[in-house]
C-alpha cells in the first residue's frame, strides 16, 4: 500500500512516497508503528483498531507491526489512518489487492466508527504521486476534486469498508466529473479606471504589468497608492494552465484553499501587515509553511507602509527577490518554493507624510526625515526598478472634469498582452527575469541612447545592476509601443524611473 507524506525535508511543494508494510505475528492483539513516525501517527494505533472492527472486519490477532519505509525520514499527519488500516488488513488476508492498486495514492484520517474523514494538502500531495508516477487516489470524497485537478484518477471513499472493497474489486472507481469552481477570487477586479490624475503612476503600473517590474510608490497620504497596487494584477493575464495549478498548490500547501474549490485563474494579490516578521514573509514553522513572498507566486506582493516593516523583515527579502526563490534550512531539513511575483511597496515622504508640500508642509527635523528613510537599504531599494513620486491630485482630477476619461484595466491590458508576448517571442521570460547576457543581446541601443545612459552613469554613480536594470524597463517600454529596437526617448524614460523616491532626486536627462 502506498501513502505520500508532506514534509519539510522535501524541496518545493512536494512530498515522499511512504510504502506501509504491515506484518501479523501469533499472539495478543498488538499493533506497534515503526518508521520514525510523530505522534499523530502513533496515536493512529488505537484509531485503526476501532475502525476495522467497526467496518465488520476482524482485527488480526497476535501483534501487527507497521513498517513506514524509508526508516530514516519523519511522518506525520493522520492522512496515514487509511493507507495503514488497508495494509492490516492485506496482511491479515482479508483484502485481495487488485493489481492496479500498486499505482494508488492512498490518504485519509480514520474516525473510529470507520468514517474516513477530509484532510487538508491534498491537492499538493496527489500532484507530488503524479510526479512519482501514480495514477490513481483514494482519497476522502470531500478531497476527490482536489486530486482529480492534480491529474490523478480520484477514486472517493467514505468508510474504510467501502475502500476495501473499491481496492479489490477489477476495475478503479470511476473518476468524478462536473463544473471546477475558483478559489479565492473575488466577483470583480478593482478597474484602473476608477483611479483619478496620477498619470505617471498609471504608467508606471502599466510598464510593471508589461515587464514584470519591482514597483515603489512614494507620496502623502490619500494620493491613491494602495489603489494603484490593487489594479496591478487586472492588467496581467489569466493564469496559464499550468500556473493556475502551480499556484493553487502552493495556496493548497499553505491550508489557504477552501473545500470544493477549484484552480485559481486570478493572480493572487497579497498584502501583509507592516508588522510582518521574516518567517511571515518567507514560510516557516516546524513543516516550512509558504509565506507571503511565496503566496504572491505569479502575481502581486503589496508592502504597504514600507518602511514601517522590521528590518531583518526587508533584508530578509533581498536575495529571494534576485533569485524569485525562497530557499529555507529547518532542523528538519530544506524546502524550496518559486517566488516569482511584481513587488509594489508603498511608502510617505516622510514619516508625517507631508514632506514636499506647500500647504501645511512637514514639520519633521531634518534628523527624523534622514532616519525615517534610512530605514530602506541601498540594497533593498535597488530591486525596484520604477520608483515614482506621486503628488496630492487637484481637485478638477478627482471630479474628472480635467480632460477625457481614464482609461480602464480591459484597455491597458491589451497593450500588456502586447509586450509581454512581443518578450516571450524574443526571449522566452519577462524583460525583467533576462540575464546579464541576455540584456546585451535584446537591449541593444543606438549611439544617442548609449551617450544618454554614459551620461547619468557618470553623474549619479549608476552601478552596473542599474544599468541592466535601466535596459529591461527601457525595452519594455520599446514593447508597449510596438518597437523593434529601443530609442532614445524610451532610455529617458526608464532612467527617470531610476530617480531616489525616497530623496526626491531623479537624473538630470
Same mark, same amino acid.
Given at each position: 500500500? @502506498? ?27 498488538? !499493533? ?120 490523478? &484518477? ?10 476495501? &472493497? ?29 483611479? /483619478? ?29 494602495? !489603489? ?7 492588467? !496581467?493575464?489569466?493564469?496559464?494552465? %499550468?500556473?493556475?495549478? =502551480? ?16 484552480? !485559481? ?42 518602511? %514601517? ?26 524546502? =524550496? ?28 527635523? =531634518? ?39 481614464? %482609461? ?16 516571450? /517571442? ?12 541576455? &540584456? ?12 544618454? @545612459? ?12 542599474? @544599468? ?15 518597437? /523593434? ?7 529617458? %524614460? ?14 538630470? @536627462?
Amino acid at each position: 500500500m @502506498i501513502a505520500l507524506v508532506w514534509s519539510a525535508v522535501a524541496r518545493g511543494a512536494r512530498g515522499f512516497l511512504v510504502r506501509v508494510e504491515a506484518d501479523v505475528s501469533g499472539g495478543l492483539p498488538r !499493533m506497534s508503528v515503526v518508521g520514525l513516525a510523530a505522534g499523530a501517527v502513533r496515536e493512529a494505533k488505537e484509531r485503526i483498531v476501532a475502525a476495522v472492527r467497526n467496518s465488520g472486519r476482524a482485527f488480526p490477532d497476535g501483534r501487527v507491526t507497521v513498517n513506514l519505509a524509508p526508516a530514516e525520514l519523519p511522518k506525520d499527519g493522520s492522512q496515514l489512518d487509511l493507507p495503514m488500516a488497508l495494509g492490516v488488513l492485506a496482511s491479515s488476508g482479508q483484502l485481495p489487492a487488485a493489481a492496479w492498486s500498486s499505482a494508488c495514492l492512498v490518504l485519509g484520517e480514520l474516525g473510529l466508527d470507520g468514517s474516513v474523514l477530509p484532510g487538508a494538502g491534498v491537492l499538493v500531495l496527489a500532484g507530488a504521486a503524479r510526479s512519482h508516477g501514480l495514477r490513481y487516489a483514494v482519497v476522502p470524497a470531500a478531497n476527490a476534486e482536489e486530486a482529480e485537478l492534480a491529474g490523478l &484518477v480520484p477514486i472517493p471513499v467514505r468508510t474504510l469498508a467501502e475502500a476495501a &472493497v473499491l481496492l479489490s474489486g477489477p476495475e478503479p472507481g470511476a473518476c468524478l466529473s462536473g463544473p471546477r469552481g475558483e478559489a479565492c477570487s473575488p466577483e470583480g477586479e478593482p478597474d484602473l479606471a476608477d483611479v /483619478r490624475g496620477q498619470l505617471l503612476a498609471r504608467r508606471a503600473l502599466e510598464v510593471a504589468a508589461a515587464g514584470g517590474h519591482n514597483l515603489l510608490l512614494v507620496g502623502p497620504p490619500g494620493t491613491g497608492k494602495s !489603489m494603484l497596487a490593487a489594479r496591478l494584477p487586472g492588467l !496581467m493575464p489569466r493564469l496559464e494552465p %499550468e500556473e493556475s495549478l =502551480e499556484v493553487t498548490t502552493l495556496h493548497a500547501a499553505a491550508g489557504l484553499l477552501r473545500r470544493g474549490a477549484g484552480l !485559481m485563474t486570478r493572480r493572487p494579490f497579497r498584502a501583509p501587515h507592516s508588522s510582518a516578521k521574516p518567517a511571515a514573509l518567507l514560510g516557516g514553522g516546524p513543516n516550512a509553511r509558504p509565506g507571503e513572498l511565496v503566496l504572491a507566486h505569479r502575481g502581486v506582493l503589496f508592502l504597504d507602509e514600507l518602511p %514601517e516593516f522590521p528590518r531583518d523583515s526587508l533584508e530578509s527579502l533581498r536575495q529571494p527577490l534576485e533569485d524569485r526563490v525562497v530557499r529555507l534550512a529547518r532542523a528538519k531539513g530544506f524546502a =524550496e518554493f518559486p517566488a516569482d511575483c511584481a513587488v509594489v511597496g508603498a511608502m510617505n515622504p516622510c514619516q508625517c507624510g507631508r514632506a514636499g508640500l506647500l500647504k501645511n508642509p512637514c514639520r519633521c527635523p =531634518e534628523s527624523a526625515v534622514t532616519r525615517y528613510r534610512a530605514r530602506l537599504s541601498g540594497p533593498l531599494l535597488d530591486r525596484f526598478d520604477l520608483r515614482v513620486e506621486l503628488a496630492p491630485i487637484p481637485f478638477s482630477d478627482w471630479l474628472g472634469r480635467a480632460g477625457a476619461a481614464a %482609461e480602464s484595466s480591459s484597455a491597458v491590458r491589451e497593450r500588456v498582452l502586447a509586450a509581454r508576448s512581443a518578450a516571450g /517571442r524574443r526571449a522566452g521570460v519577462l524583460n525583467s527575469r533576462l540575464g546579464p547576457a541576455e &540584456v546585451r543581446r535584446h537591449c541593444g541601443l543606438d549611439r544617442a541612447g548609449w551617450n544618454l @545612459i554614459a551620461s547619468v552613469v557618470e553623474r549619479e554613480q549608476l552601478s552596473a545592476r542599474g @544599468i541592466d536594470r535601466v535596459l529591461r524597463v527601457a525595452r519594455t517600454l520599446a514593447d508597449l509601443e510596438g518597437a /523593434r529596437d529601443i530609442a532614445r526617448a524610451h532610455v529617458g %524614460e526608464a532612467l527617470q524611473y531610476r530617480g531616489d523616491g525616497t530623496s526626491g532626486r531623479k537624473p538630470a @536627462i
